[in-house]
């Protein structure tokens, strides 16, 4: 695409082709939008995060990940969504310039880019990273059961073999740790959404306990005003909860280690869909995904203005 | 390039935490390949899982065989795959 007024947003895109889109939104708004680049993956290939901010220095900000399994096509697809969002939005949309003019977002779209690639070069069903397990034959990490959080409890498996496999260590996967890095040198960091798919859930912690999350009321609260915000464009019905409840006990995620960080306003998404395709959602249903999905996420970025801890 | 040519994505329905463990059983056998796309959970949520062709036949007599519902959520993975890369390919053509 020669700018990001070609760029379709409603196929799916290689590795290459979005880190090409983010340099094209990047050279479009200097004053808006920077890249930065958090780490290399166990492959070697950087590790980007796009940055939105209006000015200050270390301002509150809040945290959007998408893709960390690399399967979920519709996720990194909606964060390339997300990212045109925000530039057309700023200035336009009162809600989200009101966010910008106070905080900044950091939008990590590609956030497993070795299992990306990959899901483009062999094995367009891989969900993990790509690092070699020493003595084993089977490869690679789940990066949402890699976090110093309940690491290793049951919720997680210690086969190398599994999907769910925890690692050697919490934090083991640089693409987990380049994050872990980021969210702990920034310290200001006030929500924190990570993005996967499928099954139409929007979650909080905690994965690895049941024991209900000090701020499980407020949460609940805004999941349901999240998903009233989502449900309204299309009529998509999604549930909502903590992890252990609304599916099961997962053990090393992420929002677990972001709330325990002190980021209060920790979700996960489970976009669609229900369950026709799964993880192979039509490419036509990529935009009206992001479109539905950005409401939501709209709708937690202003209750952390509007709440500020 | 991996070729899912006959693959189907089976959705379990379990009755209860019997079942639950039935599928669970079937989740450790390493040589069936399977892949679950959403994990046994709790009576009542779905669990959604890839099955490759050589092992259909033995999962549904499996299942069938504990009174284990499912229905085929896609009956071949191979062939979605080949319409999402013909819809990037016409893309990057055009």
Not at chain 1, 233 to 257: F, K, M, P, V
Not at chain 2, 38 to 66: C, M, N, W, Y
Request: negative net charge; hydrophobic residues 35%.
């Amino acid at each position: 695409a020669a700018s990001t007024k070609t760029f379709n947003f409603a196929t799916y895109h290689t590795l290459e082709e979005i880190y090409g889109f983010m340099d094209m939104l990047v050279a479009e708004h200097p004053q808006l939008v920077s890249k930065l680049q958090i780490g290399s993956t166990y492959e070697g290939r950087p590790i980007y995060v796009l940055k939105f901010s209006t000015g200050g220095n270390n301002r509150p900000a809040i945290w959007i990940d998408t893709g960390i399994h690399s399967r979920e096509w519709v996720t990194q697809a909606s964060g390339v969504w997300f990212a045109k969002k925000i530039t057309q939005d700023y200035g336009q949309d009162p809600a989200l310039t009101s966010i910008l003019d106070s905080m900044d977002i950091f939008l990590e779209i590609v956030t497993n880019p070795d299992g990306f690639a990959f899901t483009h070069s062999k094995d367009r069903l891989w969900r993990k990273t790509r690092s070699i397990t020493a003595g084993s034959s089977c490869v690679g990490v789940d990066p949402n059961r890699n976090w110093d959080s309940g690491f290793g409890l049951p919720g997680a498996s210690n086969n190398p073999c599994s999907e769910t496999y925890h690692g050697k260590f919490a934090h083991s996967e640089v693409e987990v740790k380049s994050i872990v890095d980021f969210v702990k040198n920034h310290g200001n960091i006030k929500a924190f959404i990570s993005i996967h798919s499928y099954s139409q859930l929007l979650l909080y912690p905690y994965g690895y306990k049941t024991e209900p999350a000090p701020d499980h009321a407020e949460l609940d609260e805004l999941a349901k005003s999240a998903l009233k915000a989502l449900s309204s464009l299309y009529g998509t019905y999604y549930e909502h909860g903590s992890i252990i409840n609304a599916i099961y006990r997962a053990s090393g995620g992420t929002i677990d280690w972001t709330y325990e960080q002190g980021i209060k306003y920790s979700f996960t998404f489970e976009l669609r869909d229900t369950g026709l395709y799964g993880f192979l959602l039509p490419a036509s249903q990529i935009i009206p995904t992001a479109q539905e999905t950005w409401l939501a996420i709209r709708t937690i970025m202003e209750h952390t203005l509007n709440h500020p801890y | 390039k991996e070729d899912f040519a006959g693959h189907q994505v089976l959705r379990i329905s379990v009755a209860n935490e019997a079942q639950i463990q039935k599928v669970m059983e079937l989740e450790n056998l390493e040589h069936l390949q399977l892949d679950f796309w959403r994990g046994p959970a709790r009576p009542g949520s779905p669990i959604d899982v890839r099955v490759p062709f050589t092992r259909i036949q033995a999962v549904k007599v499996f299942l069938e065989a504990h009174g284990i519902k499912y229905t085929t959520m896609i009956k071949d993975v191979q062939s979605l795959l080949d319409e999402e890369q013909e819809q990037m390919f016409a893309f990057q053509a055009r």
